[in-house]
């Protein structure tokens, strides 16, 4: 059993910058994939970017690629969302999530937010992120 604790969301202007936080009980830097998922009021549940923690390897959704970045820490067993050039389109609950094998963190897909949210076996309970102009 791995629990998530998700941090630092906010409310902040278009085109600034948050930086999301995901701390794992236990370690997770080997072989497992994390990933976060966003939801909007009246969408679905859509994944946004994710790593491999064995491999190192990102991947992202179209809508958020070169404006965000995942990172791990493997120290702290803490991984980051790193966001910038925020839009409103971005705000959302933002959900961390984890599945051991830390390959096929996408899927398969090329873009994150194909991937269904049943990929990942654990949550976290969500930081929101409001983004205002």
């Known amino acids: 059993q791995v629990q998530l604790v998700e941090s630092g969301g906010g ?3 278009t085109g600034g910058s948050l930086r999301l936080s995901c701390a794992a ?4 830097y080997t072989g497992f994939c994390v990933a976060w998922f966003r939801q ?8 946004v970017a994710a790593i491999s923690t064995g ?3 990102p991947y992202y959704s179209d809508s958020v690629k070169g404006r965000f970045n995942i990172s791990q820490d493997n120290a702290e067993n803490t991984v980051y969302l790193q966001m910038n050039s925020l839009k409103a389109e971005d705000t959302a609950m933002y959900y961390c999530a984890a599945d051991s094998g830390s390959v096929y963190c996408a899927g398969g897909y ?4 194909q991937v269904p949210p ?16």
């Open 11 to 13: 409310s902040v202007q």
């Open 25 to 28: 009980s236990r370690y997770t």
């Open 40 to 47: 909007a009021p009246g969408r679905e549940r859509e994944g």
């Open 55 to 57: 491999l190192r390897r």
């Open 110 to 113: 090329s873009d994150m937010s």
């Open 118 to 133: 049943s990929r990942y076996n654990y949550w976290g309970q969500g930081t929101q992120v409001t983004v205002s102009s």
